[in-house]
Structure formats: structure tokens, C-alpha cells
């Protein structure tokens, strides 16, 4: 099984491209790793809308964000294809694996397809989640099949907080 999720995984994940994102720097060729982490706390109003979508559609808040964010990566990059990594609780819930969400994003798909598409993704997904990143990493390396910045350059992070 771990064999089987690992090679799923190394034939979703070869030949990513990366993902071009306006900054204000230019790309070094070789690229290093200088992480930045972006928090947002959203109004309230926004919240509650975005919580009767998920219903609505019979979605999870995460899936509701989680396309939401791939909507706003293709208007800033206008390319299709979207890998987003995301941190996920294994099925022990006392570790967590990468997982790296790979969906075509088109403006010839609603809001609401792309929804279902992304949900669709993230089930799957989340069935072969038993194997080890390093290893598709190492993998993945090796077959020479990825670019100079790894297998996404996005996370994303739903982490529940409380107004207090």
C-alpha cells in the first residue's frame, strides 16, 4: 500500500511547472528557500458567508478556502495548472504529512465546477496520504522530473482561531 500511494504520487507530481508569481524581486536562478508567511483575519460578515457556502455545497471549510485561494493564484499568475502543499493530519491525528494539491483552474469553469473539481482532488488525495514526502521528494529528484524549486512554491494553511 505504501509503495502504491508513493508511485500515485510520483505520477501526479512529475513535471509541475512553476508557478510564475509577480514579486518585486526577480527570481534568483538558483533558487533559494527565504519562506514569508502571509495571516489574514477575515470580517465576520465575510466568515459567515463563506461558512453558508461550504454548507450549501456540501463542502468543508477547507475545500471552500482551499479553491477560493487556487481562484486567486490563477488571477495573479493566469496559469492553469495549481499545485498547492498543505500540511494534513494522518489518519492517527498525532502526525501530519504534506500533501500537494495539483488542479486545472480555467475561466471557463464557475466558481461552483471548480468547487466540485477541487473537492474531487482533495478526496483522492487524501486516500493516498500514507507514504513519505521525503521519499517522493527524493524520488521525484532523481527522475529528474521536477524544476529548481520543488514540487509547489504555495501553502495552505486553515488554522481555526477564536475571537476572544
Same mark, same amino acid.
Given at each position: 500500500?505504501?509503495?502504491?500511494?508513493?508511485?500515485?504520487?510520483?505520477?501526479?507530481?512529475?513535471?509541475?511547472?512553476?508557478?510564475?508569481?509577480?514579486?518585486?524581486?526577480?527570481?534568483?536562478?538558483?533558487?533559494?528557500?527565504?519562506?514569508?508567511?502571509?495571516?489574514?483575519?477575515?470580517?465576520?460578515?465575510?466568515?459567515?458567508?463563506?461558512?453558508?457556502? !461550504?454548507? !450549501?455545497?456540501?463542502?468543508?471549510?477547507?475545500?471552500?478556502?482551499?479553491?477560493?485561494?487556487?481562484?486567486?493564484?490563477?488571477?495573479?499568475?493566469?496559469?492553469?495548472?495549481?499545485?498547492?502543499?498543505?500540511?494534513?493530519?494522518?489518519?492517527?491525528?498525532?502526525?501530519?504529512?504534506?500533501?500537494?494539491?495539483?488542479?486545472?483552474?480555467?475561466?471557463? @469553469?464557475?466558481?461552483?465546477?471548480?468547487?466540485?473539481?477541487?473537492?474531487?482532488?482533495?478526496?483522492?488525495?487524501?486516500?493516498?496520504?500514507?507514504?513519505?514526502?521525503?521519499?517522493? @521528494?527524493?524520488?521525484?529528484?532523481?527522475?529528474?522530473?521536477?524544476?529548481?524549486?520543488?514540487?509547489?512554491? @504555495?501553502?495552505?494553511?486553515?488554522?481555526?482561531?477564536?475571537?476572544?
Amino acid at each position: 500500500m505504501f509503495n502504491n500511494n508513493l508511485e500515485y504520487w510520483q505520477n501526479k507530481l512529475s513535471r509541475v511547472p512553476v508557478l510564475e508569481i509577480t514579486t518585486d524581486k526577480l527570481r534568483a536562478s538558483n533558487q533559494e528557500y527565504d519562506i514569508g508567511i502571509e495571516t489574514f483575519v477575515f470580517p465576520l460578515e465575510l466568515c459567515e458567508s463563506v461558512k453558508t457556502l !461550504s454548507q !450549501s455545497s456540501e463542502n468543508g471549510l477547507f475545500i471552500s478556502l482551499l479553491t477560493a485561494f487556487k481562484c486567486l493564484l490563477y488571477k495573479y499568475t493566469a496559469q492553469e495548472d495549481i499545485v498547492v502543499g498543505s500540511y494534513i493530519p494522518q489518519k492517527n491525528h498525532l502526525d501530519f504529512n504534506t500533501l500537494a494539491f495539483r488542479s486545472c483552474v480555467s475561466s471557463n @469553469v464557475s466558481f461552483c465546477e471548480l468547487l466540485e473539481q477541487v473537492n474531487q482532488v482533495v478526496t483522492e488525495d487524501l486516500k493516498h496520504q500514507d507514504f513519505s514526502w521525503q521519499q517522493l @521528494v527524493e524520488k521525484l529528484s532523481a527522475t529528474e522530473t521536477q524544476n529548481d524549486t520543488g514540487i509547489f512554491q @504555495v501553502m495552505f494553511s486553515l488554522q481555526d482561531a477564536r475571537v476572544i
